[in-house]
Structure formats: C-alpha cells, structure tokens
C-alpha cells in the first residue's frame, strides 16, 4: 500500500525539482540574445555641424524619434543630442557606449565596419544621409590645382586619414597624378574642425591657406575676396555621393528592435521634410546651431546639381574600391548592402 500511496508522498519531492526547471528555463531564456527585456527609454547620438547633417537637425527639432517611439507603443524616449567637431570622436563614442547611434563619414563608417565586422558591437549603416559636395578651397595665389602643391603646402581637416575630406583630396590626386602620388599628400594634411579652419582662412592665418571644406562653410570662403574653388567632390568620384552613414552597432540593432525601427521612421520622415522645403530646412539649421550666415550663403549648397538628403547610399561602393585599392580597409565588402542594416536600405535601389 505504502508503494501504491507513495505518488502522493513523492508530490512534495517533485515540487522543488519544478521550481529548479522554472528557474533554469527564466535564466537560459533571458540569456538568448534579443531575449525578452526592455528596450531603451534614454539614448545618445552624435552628429557634427555640417549641413549635411541636416536630417539629423530635423529630426532633433521636431523630436521625429519620439514621436515615432510613441507610435510604435514604447514608454517615453529620452533624445541626448550630442555635437562634435570631427569624426574620429565621434566613433569613439559609440563604440564606448557613450553614444547609441552615430553620424561619420562614408570613410570612417567603412574603416570602423571593417574593423568590427562579425562581432556583437558590428557596425552598421542605418541609412545614409547627406550628398553634399566637398570643395578643395586655397587663398594661396600660387596653386591652381592640385600638381601645385609642394611638400612646404599645408591642407586642413576635420580629422586624420580616414574623414570624407582626406579621402576625397586622396582621390583627386590619385586622378590628377596617379595613385602613387597618394602618400605624398599625406604629410600635407593637419587636423583642424571646421568653422576653426574657416575663421582662420578669412581671418588670414598664415598656416592655414587650403582646405578641404563641407556645406556651409566652403560657401562661406567663397564668398569672400581671393579665395578659389580647386574641385567639387561630385566632379571627383563623377556624380553625387553621400556623405555620411547613420551608424549603430549590431548590439543595438538587435535588442532595441521597435526603437531602431523608430529611428528610420524618423530618418524618413525628416528626408521627406527636407525635399519639400529645403530652403526652410536650412534656415531650422542656422536657428539650430545659432550661425550668422545668411540664408543666401548657408543655402549655396543647393545650386550644385546633385545635392539632395536621400537615405539611400550614393557612390559608396566607389569610395570602398579605392580605400581597399590603397590599403585603408583590408577588402571592399561585396555588396554596398553589406555596410548597412536589412530593414533600413531594403526597399530603395542604391549603390
């Protein structure tokens, strides 16, 4: 009888074993990645002073992230913007953590895609924003292109190497002079921001006689007395190219699904805004930043043929041929679709 009585005296053993399953079952599935947990309520992005960050400044000055947070259901988000003046900071920042999504250059989104490809922290395009074209700007009277300068010339940046500006200089010698010509540029550039580099062209600092400006502050040079326009970037890489990737890391991507998705809705939304007024855009951009410029200089940059805001990526793929041609990435990646997210590029042709 204690045998057949014994399923019940067994009850109180077996309960304690359910409570050990339950336990291991709650551990192993909040361990899988992307597992059941909240998603963020505050984050951080990055950006820089160009123009041609202007959805950015759109989305900023209409909280688009929020706004489309809210629809898809998530608590109240919480936007940091934060501004710098290059973008090698900038990428430190979102690799440290201290930022969740970041604006960089074509370049430099392709050398930190590289460097962190397969791993959780991957980095990757959540769109692309901004072709804009660059302009080499000199005051130096004795230069009219590029085989002018000599090894005494100076040539500022916003950064080192791997920024769109150097890049872009990079290209155009490599057109004008061939590609072993490259590295004798090199010693040439120096880092200095950008509205720092344009006061101090205007200002006449002797140090500072070339530049390799963006929106609006090329605009800016050019409207004053001596300087010259050596290249536009679109006449270099032989049409529009954008300038900048908005990145994320793969982590991010992966466990904040309805906020990514908030993030390009946002992107998409401020793209549209732009394309139907973008004179009204750019004066937000000088309300934002607090420029001077007037309206009629900061808007310049819509005279090139070319210039739009559109997500999709323009001649990436050009600028990751000749940066794995000269070394700067080890491979080009196969496809341009390789450098962005799926659900970010997936319904637009780009290239």
Known sequence: MMAIVGFRLASPYRRPWRRVLA???????????????????????????????????????????????????LPEV????????????????????????????????????ARTRGSRQAVKGIAAIGAVPLYLVTRNPAIASVRDFK??????????KGTINAVLLQMAVAQTLGEASVPRFDPLLFSMGQPDATTA???????????????????????????????SSFAVMGGPHSYANVLATTRFHDENPKLFGAIVAALKEAEAAITADPRGAIAGWIAATG?????????????????????TPQNVMTFADFMARTGMIASAPASWRDLYFPEAVSDRPGG
């Open 23 to 73: 336990a291991a079952l709650i551990a192993l599935l909040a361990s899988l990645p992307g597992a059941a947990r909240a998603e963020k309520t505050e984050i951080a992005i990055a950006k820089q002073f160009s123009i041609a960050f202007l959805p950015l400044i759109v989305m900023e000055r209409d909280r688009l992230i929020e706004k489309h947070a809210r629809e898809a259901g």
């Open 78 to 113: 919480k936007v940091n913007w934060l501004t710098f003046s290059g973008p090698d900071t900038m990428i430190s920042s979102l690799l440290s953590g201290s930022a969740d999504v970041a604006a960089a250059g074509i370049p430099g989104a392709l050398i930190v895609w």
């Open 151 to 160: 090894d005494t010339d100076r040539i500022a940046t916003p950064g080192g």
């Open 201 to 231: 062209m205007l200002a006449g600092v002797d140090t500072v006689k070339s530049v390799v400006s963006t929106p609006p502050f090329q605009d800016q040079l050019l409207a004053a007395p001596g300087m010259r326009r050596l290249f």
């Open 291 to 311: 420029s001077k410029l007037p309206i009629t200089v900061a808007a310049r940059v819509l005279d090139e043929p070319g210039t739009n805001w559109s997500l």
